[in-house]
């Protein structure tokens, strides 16, 4: 059959303050490492902020160089496109109306005697 139920022994006076106190001290100890966690968290976010404001200025002065760059780049192309011009431009000037007048009969006289016609060629 079953063994009796016995009681449990008696605990000595000092045994509950003693239990007391270290459950008072793991609390502190919770609570100081809730702080120094919140700590942590904290700095780690301010540390974050601080690397992302730097890494905004990084982007920052790279997207101005880049517009810098594509600017100066811009204008060097336009001052070469205006001097082809220019430079076209001034070759055109130099041909006498009897040497525009020879090319411009040769071309009509190359498209009429085009074998599809000069309405082919549209």
Do not use: C, K, Y
């Not at 997207?63 to 594509?70: G, P, Y």
């Not at 109306?97 to 009969?105: P, T």
């Amino acid at each position: 059959m079953g063994q009796p139920v016995s009681s449990p022994p008696p605990h000595a006076p000092g045994d509950l303050e003693a239990l007391l106190e270290t459950e008072r001290a793991l609390s502190e100890r919770v609570t100081a490492a809730h702080a120094e966690a919140d700590a942590i968290v904290a700095a780690a976010r301010d540390e974050v902020a601080r690397r992302e404001a730097g890494l905004d200025a990084e982007l920052a002065a790279a997207r101005q160089e880049v517009e810098v760059r594509l600017a100066a780049e811009r204008e060097r192309r336009i001052a070469s496109v205006r001097e082809e011009f220019r430079r076209r431009t001034a070759a055109w000037e130099t041909l006498g109306d009897d040497r525009i007048e020879r090319a411009a009969l040769a071309v009509v006289a190359a498209l009429v005697a085009a074998p599809d016609g000069p309405a082919e060629r549209q």
